[in-house]
T-cell receptor, first 113, second 109 residues
Framework: DTEVTQTPKHLVMGMTNKKSLKCEQHMGHRAMYWYKQKAKKPPELMFV???????INESVPSRFSPECPNSSLLNLHLHALQPEDSALYLC????????????FGPGTRLTVT | GEDVEQSLFLSVREGDSSVINCTYT??????LYWYKQEPGAGLQLLTYIFSNMDMKQDQRLTVLLNKKDKHLSLRIADTQTGDSAIYFC?????????FGPGTRLSVLP
């Protein structure tokens, strides 16, 4: 199983809403990532969890709150977002501390109204 | 810091070879990757090369790495319409991934 799954596929939320994005992998990977991708741009790294601990936070606003309940799951909690946060949010995973072969999920297309 | 560059667009005729280029500034990366992204989809890992290799071939894909010139390329032989997508090169520095801006490949019939 080389699949990373993400739910929901699409999400529309207002600026006062609270929502969560979910990511799951069953490849035994111990590192998981959140990326943000704007249209016609490359993905930008937001967070890295390594062995269920947050190891990298790329100066992301606090309205984005990551959570790693266990080694297979990664959540991104959203609160009080702005329209400019509309983007494709990608989850990825890789073996332990070696970042080669990051496997990406299909992404969640988020629209903030 | 790391800087990765790619040309933004490439058009080829079906059946021809495509060559997508990538240049970078920081050569401390251990692995160098090529990802493919189709419209509305996530990124698909196509292939990668270890930094001490010069070439890697995988079916229709050939990766060339010129460490002296800090240049990475992806050649797609016998390009098909299904190869139309955006291709990103990426370099790994520890757990950080740095992506190039992506090259949009258009395959003309």
């Amino acid at each position: 199983d080389t699949e990373v799954t993400q739910t929901p596929k699409h999400l529309v939320m207002g600026m006062t809403n609270k929502k969560s994005l979910k990511c799951e992998q069953h490849m035994g990977h111990r590192a998981m990532y959140w990326y943000k991708q704007k249209a016609k741009k490359p993905p930008e790294l937001m967070f890295v969890y390594s062995y269920e601990k947050l190891s990298i936070n790329e100066s992301v606003p606090s309205r984005f709150s990551p959570e790693c309940p266990n080694s297979s799951l990664l959540n991104l909690h959203l609160h009080a977002l702005q329209p400019e946060d509309s983007a494709l949010y990608l989850c990825a995973s890789s073996h332990g501390d070696l970042s080669y072969e990051q496997y990406f999920g299909p992404g969640t297309r988020l629209t903030v109204t | 810091g790391e800087d990765v560059e790619q040309s933004l667009f490439l058009s080829v005729r079906e059946g021809d070879s495509s060559v997508i280029n990538c240049t970078y500034t920081d050569s401390s990366s251990t692995y160098l990757y090529w990802y493919k992204q189709e419209p509305g989809a996530g990124l698909q890992l196509l292939t990668y090369i270890f930094s001490n290799m010069d070439m890697k071939q995988d079916q229709r894909l050939t990766v060339l790495l010129n460490k002296k010139d800090k240049h990475l390329s992806l050649r797609i032989a016998d390009t098909q319409t299904g190869d139309s997508a955006i291709y990103f090169c990426a370099l790994s520095y520890g757990q950080n991934f740095v992506f190039g801006p992506g090259t949009r490949l258009s395959v003309l019939p």
